[in-house]
């Protein structure tokens, strides 16, 4: 299949309306500015599967199957996605240029790689000469050595406009190809191009055959943002696709048959360089399930190694989950404190920690060990809210034994019989589909969009603040970015999501909900969770904005107000102990 360039893509996507497509298969009738019909996906007798001529998405509000044109034909006719671009092509008559077959798509690849080749090279020898030794001594004072830096071809990104640049012009290389690569950008005012990594730390992308693909900037100044930089998405850079390192730890993964999982580049470092070669990073907390299968290529045993704090903790479950359901073992290894992988190692040394290697937990296990960390003595109701929210993750679980033993586990710590967990994880089964919804598309055939309406204890309000960020102007942007945190979020798929749209944001400043659905084309949960929210919300208001962010702080506040509590209740005398839940 040759190479259809995205430009072309975009072109085929929008020249098809996604109703008159649909319409082929399945009936379809006007419903307000929506179209409505049977969904193809599963049996239902009533209307949910909706249509949307002007977002050209669609999503069933039954099942929870959403999209746009392409994994429409991807999940219908079940084609590969160049399949389903170039089927689509032949539809709207539209030619795709042919090359001579995979030469030229070859050629086009080489060229990309050459290109980031030339600027890896540049960032190296940068580093390495003696106006910017400070910048070798940033790596060394971590205890990162020469050795391991030239493995992993660390750079440095001078703090000039043209440093890059120049060096791209000598080479004869495309302008436009290097900034659709993210190495440089045009000016804000004039003509002309600038270094897009300035002062920064760098970090070559590779893809698991040693080539580069991308590059994330660390920042070396306080006032610089963002503190990480990556380059944008590319035709051979999809940031959901690749996990840092891999191409170095493939044979030492192989060799003790597990991967180290960790978050930073820092900690994949560090624990390279105390012998621990079977180690990748996600760079960043949202890993997705396009990486959880790359990793199952390989072993199918991953040790998580995240940060010891809150936000480590979540994103350690929440990625385990993630592996889980693509049928591998994860376990948690617990850093302790406030520290992470890359300090704990420094500081207490290789043996303490294979200690917290042999203590690791299975994710079960340490979500509840955690659930009785922040509730010494659980009521009835903290009881009830978590198991819930254990069953919903465990419900997508293809090993019904694991489900079994972990609800054993579950059942023996919560004290709760397990026959009514098991019944409850049926419950649960048989309604997953059906989200809590912000709004519900309309059933007349009026075009008066649905109020929004946020319930406190669901997550409509973090549906919300996606869907600002998605539909809104840069000033309810800029709000929801100055005002919200991951933190906010309870719901992992919402957070998940949430992270990688502000991470799109940070890297283009814009969301393309298109590209989006295309990048999530294997990630059901976000592609289906992407299109509810697409065609649930619309022209919201920075009032709105100000609603969603209020309803997860006081729900946030309220949590810990129930902790206060639970401690004043168990603990009255212990002065300390409150002290320390009220800061």
């Keep these: 299949m040759p190479r259809i360039h995205e430009d072309k893509i975009d072109e085929i996507r929008s020249s098809i309306n996604i109703v008159n497509y649909i319409n082929q298969y399945i009936n379809l009738k006007k419903a307000g500015k929506n179209y409505k019909g049977l969904c193809p996906f599963h049996t239902e007798k009533t209307s949910s599967f909706v249509v949307s001529p002007e977002k050209q998405i669609f999503h069933c509000f039954g099942c929870g199957k959403g999209g746009n044109l392409f994994t429409f034909m991807m999940d219908y006719e079940k084609?590969?996605?160049?399949?389903?671009v170039s089927k689509a092509a032949e539809y709207a008559g539209i030619a795709i240029p042919r090359y001579e077959e995979d030469k030229?798509?070859?050629?086009y690849f080489q060229n990309l790689y050459h290109i980031n080749e030339i600027a890896c090279t540049h960032?190296?020898?940068?580093?390495?000469?003696?106006?910017?030794?400070?910048?070798?001594k940033y790596f060394l004072d971590r205890k990162?050595?020469?050795s391991t830096i030239k493995i992993f071809r660390l750079g440095y990104a001078p703090d000039t406009y043209e440093s890059l640049l120049n060096q791209i012009k000598k080479s004869g290389v495309d302008l436009e190809e290097a900034a659709k690569l993210g190495l440089i950008s045009r000016k804000e005012h004039g003509a002309g191009y600038i270094d897009k990594f300035r002062h920064r730390i760098i970090f070559p992308f590779f893809n698991i055959s040693g080539k580069i693909v991308g590059f994330g900037g660390r920042k070396l100044?306080?006032?610089q943002q963002p503190k990480y930089l990556n380059s944008p998405e590319s035709p051979i850079y999809k940031k959901g696709e690749i996990l840092y390192g891999l191409n170095f730890a493939i044979n030492a993964i192989r060799e003790k048959e597990f991967v180290f999982l960790v978050e930073g580049y820092f900690d994949l470092l560090r624990l390279y360089e105390s012998g621990y070669k079977n180690v990748v990073a996600s760079s960043g907390t949202a890993l997705t399930e396009t990486q959880a299968k790359l990793i199952r290529r390989y072993t199918k045993d991953v040790y998580i190694v995240y940060d010891g704090d809150s936000a480590g903790i979540k994103a350690a479950i929440r990625n385990a989950y993630i592996i889980e359901k693509q049928g591998l073992n994860a376990s948690i290894v617990a850093i302790p404190g406030e520290e992470d992988p890359d300090s704990f190692i420094l500081s207490k040394g290789e043996k303490a920690f294979d200690k917290l290697i042999k203590e690791r937990q299975v994710p079960v296990q340490f979500q509840i060990d955690q659930f009785f960390y922040d509730y010494p003595t659980p009521g009835i109701e903290q009881k009830q809210?978590?198991?819930a929210e254990l069953l919903d993750e465990l419900v997508d679980f293809d090993d019904q034994i694991k489900i079994g033993i972990y609800i054993q586990q579950l059942s023996e710590k919560l004290q709760i019989n397990e026959s009514m967990l098991v019944s409850q994880l049926n419950r649960i089964k048989r309604n997953k589909s059906r989200y809590s919804k912000l709004s519900r598309p309309n059933n007349d055939n009026t075009d008066t969009p649905a109020e929004p309406v946020i319930r406190a204890g669901l997550f409509n309000a973090e549906m919300g603040l996606i869907g600002l960020l998605l539909q809104s102007d840069a000033q309810i942007r800029n709000f929801i970015i100055e005002n919200a945190s991951n933190e906010l979020f309870e719901n992992e798929s919402t957070l998940s999501l949430y992270e990688h749209v502000i991470q799109e944001i940070e890297d283009t400043g814009i969301v393309n909900i298109d590209h989006l659905m295309i990048e999530f084309k294997e990630d059901e949960t976000r592609k289906n969770l992407l299109s509810e929210i697409a065609l649930t919300l619309d022209d919201m208001s920075l009032k709105f904005a100000r609603d969603c962010v209020y309803q997860l702080r006081k729900r946030?506040?309220?949590k810990k107000a129930v902790e206060i509590q639970e401690m004043i209740?168990?603990?009255a005398d212990s002065e300390d102990s409150v002290e320390h839940y009220s800061k």
């Design 79 to 84: 084609l590969s996605f160049m399949d389903a």
């Design 104 to 107: 030229t798509k070859n050629d």
């Design 123 to 136: 960032y190296e020898k940068t580093l390495f000469k003696s106006q910017h030794k400070a910048r070798l």
């Design 144 to 146: 990162i050595s020469e």
């Design 221 to 223: 100044r306080e006032e």
């Design 385 to 387: 809210s978590f198991s």
């Design 556 to 558: 946030q506040l309220d």
């Design 569 to 571: 209740k168990n603990e």
